[in-house]
């Protein structure tokens, strides 16, 4: 299986996806604890988590798959949402609440 076809199966065998810099319990950089943040502060306890650090192929191909330069990158469905300013965003004008409402504990 090459890196996209992974990719393409993670986003879509599991509902929340967060492509990030370190792990939940341990982010590797601010903006990838922020997303983590976000996530929590939506409800979502249970998501899945990929650290780019442990991989160069992923860390490229993620940013080849959604064609966004920055990590992390949060998918919800199999469909990309955005890194973790647009995540703020969507948070503060309760849209992220929305879209995760149906994961969150």
Avoid: H
Avoid at 4 to 17: F, S, Y
Avoid at 51 to 72: F, H, M
């Amino acid at each position: 299986m090459d890196t996209q076809q992974l990719i393409q199966q993670t986003v879509t065998d599991n509902p929340v996806v967060l492509y990030m810099k370190g792990s939940a319990q341990f982010p590797q950089c601010g903006f990838s604890s922020r997303a983590v943040q976000l996530l929590k502060a939506c409800g979502v306890n249970k998501f899945v988590t990929v650290d780019v650090l442990a991989d160069p192929l992923v860390r490229q191909g993620i940013k080849e798959y959604s064609n966004w330069p920055t990590i992390p990158q949060l998918y919800v469905k199999g469909e990309f949402v955005g890194g973790s300013d647009i995540m703020a965003e969507m948070f503060d004008n309760g849209e992220l609440q929305t879209l995760l409402k149906e994961f969150a504990a």
